[in-house]
C-alpha cells in the first residue's frame, strides 16, 4: 500500500547577499567534489536564524537524555568522539573516548564481545538510547573503525555532563555494515545493513538474524514505534519511506516517498510524529550522479506514525560548515540538526 502525503515547504534560513555559499564553488574540469567540509575552517557565527555548536567532528545522529540538560551526539568520521551536547549552553563536551572511560563488560549479555576497544581510530555513527525509570539509561552505538560493531553503554543521566560505561559490544557479521541503530522492547537491537539491503536484529540468545519483511528498503535510518509493533525504514537511494510490522502474521509492510533522500530517523518524546532529515541537490531537486554534496539542501519532514501523511518543514540551502542534515529532532522549541559531512550541528526555532 502506498500513500503519500501532501508536502508543505518551510523555507527557514535565506542565505544574505554576500555571504558564501557553497553551491557556488567552481570546481576543476574531471576534479572530485569535495565531499566533507573543512573542519575549523569556517566561523562559527549565526546565518540569518541559524545557530551552530561547532568544534566536532561529523555530528551525524543525536539522541535526547530524558529528564537531562544534555543530548548525546555521535561523531562519524575519522577522530570523531561521543560527545555530550548542552541543551541551553550549546556547548560540547567529548565523553568517550576520553581519559578515564570505565569499561566493565557484561559478558553475560554480550557473550560475543572480546573486550573493550583497543586504542586506533574511533567512529560513532547512528545511535539509540533507552531510557529506563530505574538505573542507568542504555546506549547503543554503530561503530566503525577498529571493528565493525554495535558498542554498548551505561549512561548515568543524573550527572552533569552525563556519564558513559561501556558495557559491552556485538560485533557485526563479515558482509555487514551497519549505519542505524534502535533497542528493542524485548531486549537485544534492531540494526540496518546497505550492502545486504536489509535489518538485521541481534539478541544475546539467538545472535544476528535478518528482520522479515526487511530486504530492498534501502535501509539507512532506522526508528521503532513506542509500542514495539513496527520497525520504520529510511531508504535513502530512493528517497522513501517503509513502515513493517514486528510479530505479526501476515506481516504487514508499507511504503511512502517522500521527495528527498531521507537519511536519520527521530521519534518524538511521545510518539506522535517522527522526523525524517535528508537530502536534495542545491536546487531542491532529486540527487543525480555525479554529487555535489557541499551544496546539498537539508530537508526535513514531519510523519504521522500511524497514518504516514507528511509534510516538509525545512529546506535549508547549504551553509559553509554545514551542509546535507542526517537528523533532525526537537529541542524544547527549538529544531537540532546534525550533519554527517560537517563541523557543526545547526539549531533554530521549530518550523509550525
Avoid at 557484561?106 to 538505573?135: I, M, Q, S, V, W
Wanted: glycine share 10%; net charge negative; aromatic share 8%.
Amino acid at each position: 500500500m502506498i500513500r503519500v502525503g501532501t508536502v508543505v515547504l518551510f523555507v527557514a534560513v535565506v542565505l544574505a547577499a554576500g555571504c558564501d555559499n557553497p553551491a557556488t564553488t567552481v570546481m576543476a574540469p574531471g576534479a572530485d567534489p569535495p565531499g566533507f567540509t573543512e573542519y575549523g575552517a569556517h566561523p562559527c557565527e549565526m546565518v540569518g536564524e541559524v545557530g551552530f555548536v561547532c568544534d566536532m567532528i561529523s555530528p551525524e545522529d543525536i539522541a535526547l537524555v530524558p529528564d537531562s540538560d544534555w543530548a548525546i551526539v555521535s561523531g562519524a568520521q575519522e577522530g570523531g568522539r561521543i560527545y555530550a551536547v548542552h541543551k541551553a549552553d550549546k556547548t560540547a563536551t567529548t565523553l568517550f573516548p576520553a581519559a578515564g572511560a570505565v569499561e566493565r563488560l557484561d559478558a553475560r549479555t554480550y557473550p560475543t564481545c572480546p573486550g573493550p576497544l583497543a586504542e586506533g581510530e574511533f567512529r560513532a555513527h547512528g545511535l539509540y538510547l533507552k531510557a529506563r525509570r530505574e538505573g542507568p539509561h542504555v546506549l547503543y552505538v554503530v561503530h566503525h573503525g577498529t571493528r565493525e560493531s554495535i558498542e554498548v553503554f551505561d549512561v548515568d543521566g543524573a550527572t552533569s555532563p552525563p556519564t558513559l560505561t561501556w558495557v559491552g559490544c556485538a560485533p557485526a557479521l563479515s558482509m555487514l555494515s551497519l549505519n542505524s541503530v534502535v533497542a528493542l522492547p524485548e531486549g537485544g537491537f534492531a540494526t540496518t545493513s546497505a550492502p545486504t539491503d536489509n535489518v538485521w536484529e541481534w539478541h544475546t540468545s539467538t545472535g544476528w538474524r535478518p528482520v522479515p519483511g526487511s530486504d530492498g528498503t534501502s535501509p539507512n535510518g532506522l526508528e521503532i514505534s513506542h509500542d514495539g509493533r513496527w520497525l520504520y525504514i529510511a531508504g535513502w537511494a530512493e528517497e522513501k519511506l517503509t513502515r513493517i510490522s514486528r510479530a505479526r502474521s501476515p506481516l504487514e509492510r508499507d511504503e511512502i516517498q517522500l521527495g528527498f533522500r531521507p537519511d536519520n530517523l527521530r521519534m518524538s518524546v511521545d510518539g506522535s510524529v517522527m522526523w525524517a532529515a535528508g537530502h536534495t541537490d542545491r536546487d531542491g531537486n532529486s540527487i543525480t550522479l555525479p554529487r555535489t554534496p557541499l551544496s546539498e539542501t537539508s530537508n526535513v519532514a514531519a510523519i504521522d506514525p500511524e497514518t504516514l501523511e507528511f509534510r516538509r518543514i525545512l529546506e535549508q540551502p547549504a551553509i559553509n560548515g554545514f551542509v546535507s542534515s542526517t537528523t533532525a529532532i526537537q529541542v524544547g522549541d527549538e529544531l537540532w540538526l546534525g550533519s554527517y559531512r560537517g563541523d557543526r550541528m545547526a539549531y533554530l526555532t521549530m518550523p509550525e
